[in-house]
């Protein structure tokens, strides 16, 4: 379940201070949590590999739980060490 602690965390995230990170083996080129076009939070945050590839974290809007989106364009093996790694760098394990 969703915690209200954890639902902080992620409103709290500086998309511009993941840049140049490291993620799975490559660097975050960019995050948002606004929406590029008209700036509209997008309700969570989306981060950009250098490979293209990324994934988008969010509270569900009907259920007390987190979404994850990932695509990987290196392949189905990254994908997996996305979504593996995609969580404990939002929440701070990593």
């Known amino acids: 379940p ?3 602690k954890a639902k902080k965390k992620l409103a709290s995230l500086d ?3 993941l840049v140049g990170r490291k993620l799975a ?10 929406a590029p076009g008209n700036g509209a939070a997008v309700g969570g ?3 950009t590999l250098d490979d293209g590839s990324w994934f988008a974290v969010r509270p569900s809007g ?3 739980k987190i979404k994850l989106y990932v695509e990987s364009l290196s ?6 060490e996305l979504v593996k790694n995609a969580g404990p760098f939002v929440w ?3």
């Open 92 to 94: 701070g394990e990593d």
């Open 45 to 47: 945050l989306k981060v």
């Open 25 to 34: 083996g490559k660097t975050i080129a960019a995050a948002i949590d606004k």
């Open 15 to 17: 998309p511009a201070a």
């Open 75 to 80: 392949g189905p093996d990254f994908k997996d």
């Open 2 to 4: 969703l915690s209200e």
């Open 62 to 64: 009907t259920e007390p």
